[in-house]
């Protein structure tokens, strides 16, 4: 796509219903962790934007991009899940020290966890580094490359 053609795309307002019903079932968030967000549907992307009517006017973007529908099934992006992951009750994945190093690498690694196959948040002590993709004892970190950092394999996160 070219920059001018993104240009005429249009952010449409979409039912708040549909998207905190997909983060329920995937990661059984409650309703309420999404109260204050409105949210925007541009090309194949989802944004939560504050619960606010946006003017008519054209934008490049609003607010922070929460999900692509480029994929089945969607994916989060980390941002979003480092802002609403918090309130996940399953498809979470504990890593200790070694493991979110290699995460946060974006390296893949062979992981045992009581998830569903598909897209989960990885976390360490508690807070959440991002997403990854889990299959058949296999976490792959989705960290975007911009996002990652190399840790020495003697240094702790």
Request: proline share 4%; glycine share 6%.
């Amino acid at each position: 796509m070219s920059p001018s053609s993104s240009r005429t795309e249009k952010f449409e307002a979409i039912d708040s219903a549909e998207v905190i019903a997909a983060w329920q079932s995937r990661f059984d968030m409650p309703g309420e962790a999404f109260i204050g967000f409105a949210f925007y549907r541009r090309a194949q992307n989802i944004w939560a934007f504050s619960d606010v009517d946006l003017p008519r006017l054209s934008y490049e973007a609003v607010g922070m991009r929460m999900m692509s529908l480029k994929e089945k099934p969607w994916k989060p992006t980390t941002c979003a899940l480092q802002v609403f992951g918090r309130h996940a009750r399953k498809n979470t994945v504990a890593l200790n020290s070694e493991q979110a190093r290699r995460f946060m690498s974006g390296e893949s690694q062979d992981l045992e966890a009581d998830v569903e196959a598909g897209f989960v948040i990885a976390l360490f002590q508690d807070q959440v580094l991002g997403c990854g993709l889990y299959s058949r004892g296999k976490l792959v970190s989705q960290l975007p490359k911009e996002r990652r950092i190399s840790v020495d394999t003697e240094g702790d996160l």
